[in-house]
């Protein structure tokens, strides 16, 4: 009787340890979310900007350089994490463009007030559906585009060193 008694009760333990080692494993891998959009020219960028900054100029993405493409918000903490990195992404000389999402305007100022601003144009998208268009999962999310404004690489999630030097940083010296 007492066999079975542990038996039963290492059951929830065992489905607990495999339900939770493949979420582990699962969401470890963040970055490999799939985007059909790689290879493809940029999709459309708003057309709407953040009062006092600087909007997304229309030909953002016929510029001859290298480009980032960074949707965040105020809310989001890890956007807050990843904001150090960005700046070095704008201190390497690269475009940066912000896409603010689903935020408040006075919010996400105060946000850039605060921690500096890295972006060389903002461009506000409210309702979501520039994200939508992107195929963007959830903030952040980063996209690198070459000198034709085609996507080279996405990165849901925060960029955190790791990922900017192992990652990011490597797909720009290739392609400038």
């Known amino acids: ?74 809310w989001c903490a890890p956007c807050r994490a990843e904001h150090p990195n960005i700046q070095k992404l704008a201190d390497m000389d690269i ?19 605060k921690l500096g601003n890295p972006y060389d144009g903002i461009g506000t998208d409210k309702n979501g559906k520039t994200a939508i268009d992107w195929g963007v999962y959830g903030v952040p999310e980063t996209f690198i585009l070459d000198k034709k404004g085609k996507i080279l690489y996405r990165h849901p999630g925060p960029i955190t060193k790791k990922v900017l030097n192992k990652k990011i940083i490597p797909i720009i010296l290739s392609h400038q």
């Open 1 to 74: 009787m007492n066999k079975k008694i542990f038996l039963i009760s290492f059951i929830p333990v065992l489905i607990f340890l495999t339900v939770g080692s493949l979420l582990f494993f699962g969401l470890s891998k963040n970055d490999v979310l799939p985007s059909n959009l790689i290879g493809e020219s940029a999709t459309k960028l708003p057309e709407t900007f953040l009062i006092g900054y600087e909007p997304i100029p229309k030909n953002a993405m016929a510029e001859q350089k290298i480009k980032i493409i960074n949707f965040w918000a105020s």
């Open 95 to 113: 475009k940066v463009y912000g896409i603010n999402l689903k935020d408040n305007s006075s919010s996400a100022i105060k946000f850039l007030k």
